[in-house]
Every structure is written in structure tokens, then in C-alpha cells.
């Protein structure tokens, strides 16, 4: 069945950066994007930007453009989110998640178990 | 900036029709999308393209869209549908989140 399994939680310290991995499986990699999404606590869904399985094309949102990167290893089947510059606002359930139809802005029909990045000093 | 805007709670009685809704300019333009996410685990489509089930999601869920709302319909709401849900659409450079409908179901 078609599956993302997202790294474990981090804890880092303002100012670090964090780099979360999603491994999907169950589907052909190569022909659908995959986005993050991120849920602070008790907060509502807010979508980070989106790479493609096949050749790492990338689109950001405005609000993490400089400070986040998104890649993708076909070798691998996995992706992955770096965000640089971590502030306490960025505490939040990371989501990995797939795009419908193979395209880069649709609907998310598969979702990771989430990725819990915590920032504190 | 684009906005979607969701009544943040909703309540219905079991058995009866829950109705949540989705406001943005245009929003019948563009295809909407609903998403159910119980306490501490990951959201669930149970609507893309206004109206299209996925698969194993129950036929009491429907969606409509029109003019500058969506509209998702749970009929005959079951304690099990008790839950938080976001609409969610995009245009041509990012995807939008409505912030969010807490259902009780009491």
C-alpha cells in the first residue's frame, strides 16, 4: 500500500536548522510531487511548499521562501525538508505528503505520521 | 491576500445533517477539497474536487461548491465523525488552508 514514513522528532535550539526525511513507498516515485505541511499545536494546517519526485523542481511559500529547502533522492524514494533558522514559532507537526494526480497544486491523498520539531532553549 | 474562512465549531446531533462551510472570493473557480483529522493523528482527504470520494471514504460525505463557498455535508453524523475539518484549495503558486471546524457530534 502506498505509504510515507517521515524521520523521528527533533529537539533543536533557535537560530539551528532541522532536516526531515520522508520515505515513500507503494507508488511509482518518479511521478508525483510531494509537499509539507506544518500544524503548530492546537493550530490549524499550513502548507510549506512542494518538490517532485522526478528531478527535484521546487515551489515555496512565500512565507518560508530563503529559509526553507526541499529535495528529493529517486535512489532512495525519499524527500526531504531542511528549515534553516529555527525561531519558536517554528514548534510544529511536520507533515510529508503526496500530491493527487501528479500534479504540483491538487489535493493530498496520502499523508506521512508526522514529524514532531520542537524549538526551545 | 486569499483567504478561506470556516465557522471554527459546529455541532449536530447524531443521526442528523451536518453542514460545514468555506468561504473565499471565488472559491467556485477553483476545485475545493475537505480534510477530517481525529486528536493526534494525520488529517484524512474525504473530499477532492468539490465533490469525489475517495476510496473507503463512507457516501454520507458529499461536497458541493459554488459561487464563494464550499459546502461539506455529513448526513446521518456518527459519533465517529466527530473531528476537526479544513477545506483546502490552491491557484496557481500555493495551496491554502481554511482555518479549521471542530464537529460535535452530541
Known amino acids: 500500500q502506498v505509504q510515507l514514513v517521515q524521520s523521528g522528532a527533533e529537539v533543536k535550539t533557535p537560530g539551528a536548522s532541522v532536516k526531515v526525511s520522508c520515505k515513500a513507498s507503494?507508488?511509482?516515485?518518479?511521478?508525483?510531487?510531494l509537499s509539507w505541511v506544518r500544524q503548530a499545536p492546537g493550530q490549524g494546517l499550513e502548507w510549506m511548499g512542494v518538490?517532485?519526485?522526478?528531478?527535484?523542481?521546487?515551489t515555496y511559500a512565500e512565507e518560508f521562501q530563503g529559509r526553507v529547502t526541499m529535495t528529493s533522492d529517486t535512489s532512495t524514494s525519499t524527500v526531504y525538508m531542511d528549515l534553516s533558522s529555527l525561531k519558536s514559532e517554528d514548534t510544529a507537526m511536520y507533515y510529508c505528503?503526496?500530491?493527487?494526480?501528479?500534479?504540483?497544486?491538487?489535493?493530498?491523498?496520502?499523508w506521512g505520521q508526522g514529524t514532531m520539531v520542537t524549538v526551545s532553549s | 491576500s486569499y483567504e478561506l474562512t470556516q465557522p471554527p465549531s459546529v455541532s449536530v446531533s447524531p443521526g442528523q445533517t451536518a453542514i460545514i462551510t468555506c468561504s473565499g472570493d471565488?472559491?467556485?473557480?477553483?476545485?475545493a477539497s475537505w480534510y477530517q483529522q481525529k486528536p493526534r493523528q494525520s488529517p484524512v482527504l474525504v473530499i477532492y474536487?468539490?465533490?469525489r470520494r475517495p476510496s473507503g471514504i463512507p457516501e454520507r460525505f458529499s461536497g458541493s461548491n459554488s459561487g464563494n463557498t464550499a459546502t461539506l455535508t455529513i448526513s446521518g453524523t456518527q459519533a465517529m465523525d466527530e473531528a476537526d475539518y479544513y477545506c483546502?484549495?490552491?491557484?496557481?503558486?500555493?495551496?491554502?488552508f481554511g482555518g479549521g471546524t471542530q464537529l460535535t457530534v452530541l
Open positions: 518538490v517532485y519526485g522526478n528531478g527535484g523542481r521546487t
Open positions: 471565488k472559491l467556485g473557480d477553483k476545485y
Open positions: 483546502q484549495a490552491w491557484d496557481s503558486s500555493r495551496v491554502l
Open positions: 474536487q468539490d465533490s
Open positions: 507503494g507508488y511509482i516515485f518518479t511521478n508525483y510531487y
Open positions: 505528503v503526496r500530491v493527487l494526480g501528479g500534479r504540483p497544486l491538487d489535493s493530498f491523498d496520502v
